[in-house]
């Protein structure tokens, strides 16, 4: 299945600013982020077709997938 | 009080206060310009420091931009910039709250630091600039680490609250906070290239679902990056706008939604929550 992911801010750096992507059926969010090698306490919001999940969430052929990294500083 | 609004009447250009008329009353009724810009403003006058405001913001939109509060919590990158604006903008009362005195790596950003300044207060900096850049507003200066145990103190009156902290955990006190005293919070983040700003109202629970993960985390993306001179004055601005919006009851503000500034691509986009 064709799922579309995009990176944003740090998450860019040395990796891609959005690419479709392909998994097999049943992959979680969880999968995406090893594969890419997010580091799982930098990430600040993750969003399946604009609504928020969580890692274990399932992917499903044509969504688009949305990392965010941590942002706290004033 | 009479003899004060006569007075300011007799010599206003047009509906507009011009400023040696708003100095002279001050002086010559023992008033502060702040009393004094209050009774020019219910008496449907602008003074004159204003006039640029006024297609923008009507004469009852100052006044209620005047008789307001605001708490700017944490006076670093964000705090300093937005300070800066809503005393010009012309918030009759501004607390600003900070433990810290300035130090070297604050001049690369933070708008009241100078090399004289080092060693000193922030919320003394502040005071001191306000009083310089518009003598009308009133700035409580509070130099002390905002808790949730002595929040309720520091923020008693404020109208709204500014959240320019750079913890965390902290960020997370001040919403709860906020949210047991009904005042609405504008957040503000800022991280190397990057930063966000979003409004939370009373009964909303923005903060806590923004920094729902990973528990416990303290730093965000600025731990690696630092900030850079234009990252705070690009999000300060923004708080800024939301803070006006909710004193003069016009627009639509960031409630339930944050917005994401990536000012290394210029891109900005909104998430929900």
Known sequence: MKVKVKLFATFRDGRFNEEVRDYSPGTNVKFVLEELN???????????????????????????LSIFPLVGGG | MQEVRSFLLKHAEGDILPSRHHVFASTHFGLSMG???????????LPSRYQRNRNTISITQQLRIFRGTVAVVGCGGLGGYVIELLARLG???????????????????????????????????????????NPAVT?????????????????EGADVVVDALDSIPVRLELSDVCNDMNAPLVHGAIGGWFGQVATQFP???TLRRIYNRPAGANKGVEKSLGNPSFTPAVIASLQSAEVCKILTGQGQTLSRRKLHINLLDMESIELPY
């Open chain 2, 203 to 205: 009964g909303e629970d």
């Open chain 2, 139 to 155: 700035l409580v200066p509070v130099k002390c680490a905002f808790s949730k145990t002595n929040g309720f103190d520091i923020l």
């Open chain 1, 38 to 64: 997010i580091p799982m306490d930098e990430i600040g919001a993750i969003l399946i077709n604009h609504r928020h999940v969580e890692e274990d969430h399932a992917l499903q052929d044509g969504d688009n």
């Open chain 2, 35 to 45: 009393q004094v810009e209050r009774i020019a403003l219910e008496s449907g006058l």
């Open chain 2, 91 to 133: 918030v009759g009362r501004l607390i600003a709250v900070d433990p810290d005195v300035f130090e070297e790596h604050n001049l690369n950003r933070q708008l009241y630091s100078t090399p004289a300044m080092l060693g000193r207060p922030k919320v003394e900096a502040a005071y001191l600039r306000v009083k310089e850049i």
